[in-house]
């Protein structure tokens, strides 16, 4: 089992970056695939990004590729999102999640552990 507590959303200018961080707790953490998602007003959770358990591998939504990088720390028990070159429609509360599958996955499903989020607003 994995707890998971996300920090560091906020306010920022649109063009702007922000870096939010997800704490886990849970003596597996190495073996998770990882995940961020967002939800937004009125829409549906969506898949932002993910990591496999060694960090080596990542994969990213198109709507965010070239602009965020998940990243992990095993030892500290850490995921990171760096996002960089922010626009409004990248407003909304920001989930970091753990799935059972080492490879990560771009499924909501696949992922049985979830923190409660941080709210990211970008304004224009």
């Known amino acids: 089992q994995v707890t998971l507590v996300e920090s560091g959303g906020g306010l920022v200018q649109a063009g702007g970056s922000l870096r939010i961080s997800c704490a886990a707790s849970?003596?597996?953490?190495?073996?998770?695939?990882m995940g961020w998602f967002r939800q937004a007003p009125a829409k549906e959770r969506e898949w932002v990004a993910g990591i496999d358990f060694s960090g080596r591998q990542t994969g990213y939504a198109d709507s965010v590729k070239g602009r965020f990088t998940i990243s992990r720390d095993n030892v500290k028990k850490m995921v990171f999102l760096q996002m960089n070159s922010l626009k409004p429609e990248d407003t909304a509360v920001y989930y970091c999640?753990?799935?059972?599958?080492?490879?990560?996955?771009?499924?909501?499903?696949?992922?049985?552990?979830w923190g409660q989020g941080t709210q990211v607003t970008v304004s224009s």
């Open positions: 849970g003596r597996l953490f190495s073996s998770y695939g």
């Open positions: 999640a753990a799935s059972r599958i080492p490879k990560g996955s771009s499924a909501r499903p696949d992922y049985g552990a």
